[in-house]
């Protein structure tokens, strides 16, 4: 079974300029997940998807973050304009279950974004 | 206070080493996720739990909802364990997960 797939693994820009992540989750998986994890610290959730309906984006910055699953299969991610504190590794996760489930998230390799 | 709390932050250990590491978390939960991350990779996970002990190869998770409490060991510790555990409890059934720290785990052959 193939794995959550992530692009770019790595990216490095400059402060105000923008950036797009693409995630590809486990195939039939209903729910999809994109979490920011700064050095040091635990992930955080950005923003989850159950098919192409947003369940909560209540810790996604919408002032400069955007995400979308269209079609309810592959997500992006977007930032416009970065800051220097959105370096951070963007990781994308998803499971079989729908909302509230405790299903077991499978997590892809990461987009580790640099802004400098 | 965090409502997730992990100890220790970093352990260092020789090779053959029983492990143990710590999380405690302050609220009800409908279950408790073990995750391993190793540097600059993904997140994999090792155990889901609600209650009492999962065993998987070297590793054994162990649960006490009462104390509101979860142990993660690993015996016969070897260098590839080498990575970032991490502890997250889903609060309710409706809830997102709430994560802990993580702890910095090294073996040293």
């Known amino acids: 079974e193939a794995g959550v797939a992530q692009s770019p693994r790595y990216k490095i820009i400059e402060k105000r300029q923008s950036v797009a992540f693409w995630c590809n989750p486990i195939?039939?998986?209903?729910?999809l997940y994109w979490y920011q994890q700064i050095l040091g610290q635990g992930p955080k959730l950005l923003i989850q998807?159950?098919?192409?309906?947003?369940?909560?984006d209540s810790q996604l910055p919408k002032d400069r973050f955007s995400a979308e699953r269209l079609k309810g299969v592959d997500s992006t991610l977007k930032i416009q304009p970065a800051k220097l504190e959105d370096s951070a590794v963007y990781l994308c996760?998803?499971?079989?279950?729908?909302?509230?489930?405790?299903?077991?998230?499978?997590f892809g390799p990461g987009t580790r974004l640099t802004v400098l | 206070k965090n409502e997730v709390e992990q100890s220790p932050q970093n352990l260092t250990a020789q090779e053959g080493e029983f492990i143990t590491i710590n999380c405690s978390y302050s609220v009800g939960i409908s279950a408790l996720h073990w995750l391993q991350q190793h540097p600059g990779g993904g997140i994999v996970s090792l155990f889901m739990?609600?209650?009492?002990?999962k065993k998987h190869g070297r590793l054994i998770a162990t649960i006490n909802i009462q104390e509101k409490h979860s142990s993660l060991h690993i015996t016969a510790s070897h260098p590839r364990d080498s990575a970032v555990y991490i502890c997250?409890?889903?609060?309710?059934?409706?809830?997102?997960?709430?994560w802990g720290a993580g702890t910095k785990l090294i073996i040293k052959p």
């Open positions: 195939s039939g998986h209903a729910t």
């Open positions: 998807f159950q098919n192409n309906g947003v369940v909560d």
């Open positions: 997250a409890v889903r609060p309710g059934s409706n809830y997102q997960l709430i």
């Open positions: 996760a998803s499971s079989l279950g729908g909302q509230g489930s405790t299903d077991t998230q499978y």
């Open positions: 739990l609600s209650s009492g002990k």
